[in-house]
T-cell receptor
Framework: EDKVVQSPLSLVVHEGDTVTLNCSYE??????LLWYKQEKKAPTFLFML??SGIEKKSGRLSSILDKKELFSILNITATQTGDSAIYLC??????????WGAGTKLIIKP | NAGVTQTPKFQVLKTGQSMTLQCAQD?????MSWYRQDPGMGLRLIHY???????DQGEVPNGYNVSRSTTEDFPLRLLSAAPSQTSVYFC?????????????FGPGTRLTVL
C-alpha cells in the first residue's frame, strides 16, 4: 500500500533557528513530490520536485528530493513566527493522484 | 478572481441529516476535487472531476455524492450524515490533473455531525 510519512509530527523552535522537515514515501510509479504550507485555512503550494538532487529554493525555504532513498526534506532557515504552520507533503502517483502525509506542525516561538 | 470559494464555513448536523457543501471556482479550471482532513491523517481524496459531466471516486467516497454540471461548480452532498463524517472539507481546483503545482484550495468547511 502506498504511503507517505512525515517526521517529526510536531516541532517547536525559536525564531532564528533552522529547521529540517522530512518526508519519506513508498509509492509505486512515482511522478512527483509536493510540499504545501497550511496556516489557519487552506494549504498553499510551496514546491514540486520531480528529479533527485536538484534543490528548489524560495527565499528562506528550500527542498530537495532523493529518489534512491525515497525521501525529501524541506529546510527553513532563519525561521520567523510567520513560518508557524502545518507543512504537508504529498506524492503524485502514475494515476495523477496525490497521497498525502499527515503533516508536520511547526511552531516558532519569538 | 475570487479563486476557490466554499460555503458554508461551518456547519453542525444531526446524524441522518443531509446537506450539500458548495464549491465554486472562477479560474476556468477543468480539474476539481474534494478532500477531507482529519487530525493526524493528512488529506484524503473523496471525489474528483476532470471536467463538466465527469466525476470519479477517490480514496474515501462512501457516504458522499458529487456532480459537475458546470465547469465552475462542484458540490459535495452528504446523503445521511454520520459522526464519522465530522471533519474539515476542502475543495481544490487546477487547470488539469497534471497541474498540482498550480492547485488552489478553498478556505474549507468545518463540519460537525452530532
Amino acid at each position: 500500500e502506498d504511503k507517505v510519512v512525515q517526521s517529526p509530527l510536531s516541532l517547536v523552535v525559536h525564531e532564528g533557528d533552522t529547521v529540517t522537515l522530512n518526508c519519506s514515501y513508498e509509492v509505486t510509479n512515482f511522478r512527483s513530490l509536493l510540499w504545501y504550507k497550511q496556516e489557519k485555512k487552506a494549504p498553499t503550494f510551496l514546491f514540486m520536485l520531480t528529479s533527485s538532487g536538484i534543490e528548489k529554493k524560495s527565499g528562506r525555504l528550500s527542498s530537495i528530493l532523493d529518489k534512491k532513498e525515497l525521501f525529501s526534506i524541506l529546510n527553513i532557515t532563519a525561521t520567523q513566527t510567520g513560518d508557524s504552520a502545518i507543512y504537508l507533503c504529498a506524492v503524485e502517483d502514475s494515476n495523477y493522484q496525490l497521497i498525502w502525509g499527515a503533516g508536520t506542525k511547526l511552531i516558532i516561538k519569538p | 478572481n475570487a479563486g476557490v470559494t466554499q460555503t458554508p464555513k461551518f456547519q453542525v448536523l444531526k446524524t441522518g441529516q443531509s446537506m450539500t457543501l458548495q464549491c465554486a471556482q472562477d479560474m476556468n479550471h477543468e480539474y476539481m476535487s474534494w478532500y477531507r482532513q482529519d487530525p493526524g491523517m493528512g488529506l484524503r481524496l473523496i471525489h474528483y472531476s476532470v471536467g463538466a459531466g465527469i466525476t470519479d471516486q477517490g480514496e474515501v467516497p462512501n457516504g458522499y455524492n458529487v456532480s459537475r454540471s458546470t465547469t465552475e461548480d462542484f458540490p459535495l452532498r452528504l446523503l445521511s450524515a454520520a459522526p464519522s463524517q465530522t471533519s474539515v472539507y476542502f475543495c481544490a481546483s487546477s487547470y488539469d490533473s497534471f497541474s498540482y503545482n498550480e492547485q488552489f484550495f478553498g478556505p474549507g468547511t468545518r463540519l460537525t455531525v452530532l
